[in-house]
């Protein structure tokens, strides 16, 4: 079965510095996608960034990028020039076959003016 | 297009009762998702529909969980003699299904069993 492991439960960044939130994940699949997002308090999940994983240029979305490392079956996102609207909880998920999410425990982050 | 609408937002409920919520996707998104989670955890998937059909059924979903999409619109799902176990948020998402990956959320239905 696949697993997601996101081992940071909590982060705090100084705003307009950098974070990089962890992820691993467990798969026996070759074909699959990797996802980002993030659920500000009382607010629904939006999606952050998505990386498939046939591709292996890293993908970014202005502020956010990944470094997706498929051997190591690592996938963790950089969050640059952070701000206080980044403020949220950030969960990892995996995605193949039927489209459905296995999603990692999160980890908050708290960006501090 | 509003996005992904849930109802209740929250549900109070004596356990042993029965509740029913309901979620609206996006317009012509095919695919439909029902998620749990409980505090401190990340979603966990319960179930989700092709349409009118019900693809697939987490083991998270006892007996007491059923769900429905009529017409491959809107879908409910009930939960039968609750439990407080049950409480948590339950989330719907929807998403175009055709290869489309992304999943849109809603806001999600905090349950509260007493």
């Known amino acids: 079965a696949q697993t997601v492991t996101q081992s940071q439960p909590e982060m705090s960044v100084q705003e307009a510095e950098t974070v990089t939130l962890s992820c691993t994940y467990d798969t026996s699949e070759s074909n699959y996608y990797l996802f980002w997002y993030k659920q500000p308090p009382s607010r629904q999940m939006i999606l952050v960034i998505r990386?498939?994983?046939?591709?292996?240029q890293n993908a970014t979305e202005n502020r956010f990028s990944v470094n997706f490392q498929k051997a190591a079956k690592s996938f963790s996102l950089k969050i640059s020039d952070s701000q206080l609207g980044d403020t949220a909880m950030y969960f990892c998920a995996y995605q193949s076959g039927t489209y459905k999410y296995i999603f990692g425990t999160g980890t908050r982050l708290k960006v501090l003016a | 297009d509003t996005g992904v609408s849930q109802n209740p937002r929250h549900k109070i409920t004596k356990r042993g009762q029965n509740v029913t919520f309901r979620c609206d996707p996006i317009?012509?998104?095919?695919?439909l998702y029902w998620y749990r989670q409980t505090l401190g955890q990340g979603p966990e998937f319960l179930t989700y529909f092709q349409n009118e059909a019900q693809l697939e059924k987490s083991r998270l979903l006892s007996d007491r969980f059923s769900a429905e999409r009529p017409k491959g619109s809107f879908s409910t799902l009930e939960i039968q003699r609750t439990e407080q176990g049950d409480s948590a948020m339950y989330l719907c998402a929807s998403s175009l299904g055709m290869g489309d990956t992304e999943a849109f959320f809603g806001q999600g239905t905090r349950l509260t069993v007493v």
């Open positions: 990386q498939e994983a046939y591709k292996q």
């Open positions: 317009s012509e998104h095919n695919r």
